[in-house]
């Protein structure tokens, strides 16, 4: 098995976006921040992106509900009554609404991959999450691999099913 330590995240995802965008001819990138701007984890995220020149923070069009203030809070309620009806769709709009802007990736700022699966193609550069980023990295370098996540087990499922829709279960 592979596990990842959050230290290592930006190397694995950077690599990968690196390739597409050398595929692309293009120098900017477009990330998906799926936690309001003003809330601590946007403002973490915004100064850690901040020092990368070519990565653009893009914050979906609409109001956001507030980002989960503790792991213990990303739970299977969660999950059904905030994540996929409500934050879900509003990155898929703003992935969407980096078509032509000239971005050669767009990564979603998220483990679970929001919208990465359903847009790829309605965009005209290659979309990636932190999960497909781990996953690739994971395959490319063992044969197995595991998927560990700090999260409450009753959302296990969330990780297997993106796993199996990315066609690399065992």
């Not at 359903?118 to 595991?146: H, I, K, Y």
Request: aromatic share 12%; net charge negative; glycine share 8%.
């Amino acid at each position: 098995g592979l596990f990842t330590s959050l230290k290592n995240v930006p190397k694995v995802i950077w690599g990968r976006i690196a390739l597409m965008r050398s595929q692309n001819n293009t120098d900017r990138i477009a990330y998906i921040l799926h936690a309001p701007i003003d809330e601590p984890a946007g403002q973490g995220v915004k100064a850690y992106m901040s020092r990368f020149d070519d990565v653009d923070i893009v914050v979906p069009t609409g109001a956001l509900p507030p980002f989960p203030k503790s792991i213990d809070e990303v739970n299977a309620d969660y999950m059904s009554a905030i994540y996929e009806p409500l934050v879900a769709p509003l990155t898929v709009n703003a992935i969407e609404e980096t078509k032509g802007l000239g971005y050669g990736a767009i990564c979603t700022a998220s483990f679970g991959d929001i919208g990465v699966p359903q847009t790829p193609s309605r965009t005209g550069s290659p979309v990636v999450g932190l999960g497909w980023s781990n996953f690739r990295e994971a395959v490319d370098r063992f044969d197995t691999f595991s998927v560990v996540h700090p999260y409450t087990p009753d959302i296990a499922w969330y990780f297997t099913d993106l796993v199996e829709r990315y066609g690399l279960s065992a």
